[in-house]
């Protein structure tokens, strides 16, 4: 119980466990082998309503709250993390074309979406660096009725298996810095995109690779928000997705807490269970508190979300301290399996997914300069 979570949201998380404990987890070992995102998984999260149920309905959506896209996500995210980036994708960007999106070209985008039918990729990240993002140099010319794309992007998820991308290009001078950066939604089977896939730590289901553009012809419609403003107008999406991730990452947390509790309640040691010894259970307690914590302050998030009030810092706030956070409770919780937790198995494959959202989506450092800035002033935080 929490004050976030009302009865129907409960209903709905307990809808979401049941389907993730029976369809998804059984496969969770499995694809971090094969590397590849189950699409027959996909089209049945979509019918089941829990791929983007926050859209409006006209665009395939429930018009439920993004608390509700909240509690979906840590239900998929616990049973597989690769498998809930379906989700994290759909919303990120399926808010994005539905908020800067012309109708006629971004509705079918959006049923696809929320059927389960397509998968989107966000697209930012060049070679020369992520953090600085708004330095970003791919190069995107208007010829006619039609947007030219020419450079890389890297480091993208779901580069090798997504059906189009939000891609952020130039369109204006590189000393025009942010305000020259516009967003356009391009699908992947257009001539002259070609892409890889990396070998990854972690997260190896949905994978990550670089998406390589030669002359790509976009039409001009195909654009999101105004040209030159695709940094300022499409980027105030991340504040949903870092609360999203916050969720992800906890939810992996929790239920690898919940297993360790389990276990350390059971093994022997000295003629004591484990957790009869308090370097066992107090280590575990102190995560257990701050995960709770952290949680709630996720739930907060998209409940500032959901009332329309401003929540970038709290955004940020969960974005670096859930994946950090995250990580060392999975590292706990493995240690404490002894010998067993260095084997092949759940919690290694949690530890190895969860750490990717240190950088992913933006690193600590960047986080944390978002919240100096938010309190302090970007006059105060220049960088
Ligand atoms: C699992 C994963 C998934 C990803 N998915 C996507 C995706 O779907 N789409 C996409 O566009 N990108 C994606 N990325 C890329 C990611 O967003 C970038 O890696 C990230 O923003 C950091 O950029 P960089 O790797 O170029 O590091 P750099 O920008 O080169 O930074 C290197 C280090 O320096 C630090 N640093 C940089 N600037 C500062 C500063 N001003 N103050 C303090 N420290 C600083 C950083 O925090 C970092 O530790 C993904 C990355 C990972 C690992």
Redesign the pocket.
Known sequence: MNPYIDDDLATLAEHARRFATGRVAPGFLERDKTRVLDRALMREMGEMGFIAPELPEQYGGQGLGCLAAGVIHEEIARADLSISYINLLASLNGQILAQHGKAEVVKPWLDKLTQGQALL?????EPR?????ANLRLKMERVGDHYVLNGE?T???AADQADAAVVFARTGSVESGAHGVSAVLVPMDLPGITRNRFDCHG?RAIG?GSLFFENVKVPVDHLLGQEGKGFVQVMQGFDFSRALIGLQVLAVARVALEETWEYVAQRQAFGQPLSAFQGVSHPLADFDTQVVAARLLCLQTLWLKDKGAPHTAEAAMCKWWGPKLAYDVVHQCLLMFGHGGYDHGLMEQRLRDVL??Q????????MK?IIARTRAGRAAVP?
């Open positions: 990729a966000i697209a930012l990240t660096g992520g953090s600085d993002a992007k480091s993208i998820s997260q990550r990717g959202f950088i992913g989506d933006g690193t600590a450092q960047i300069t960088a």
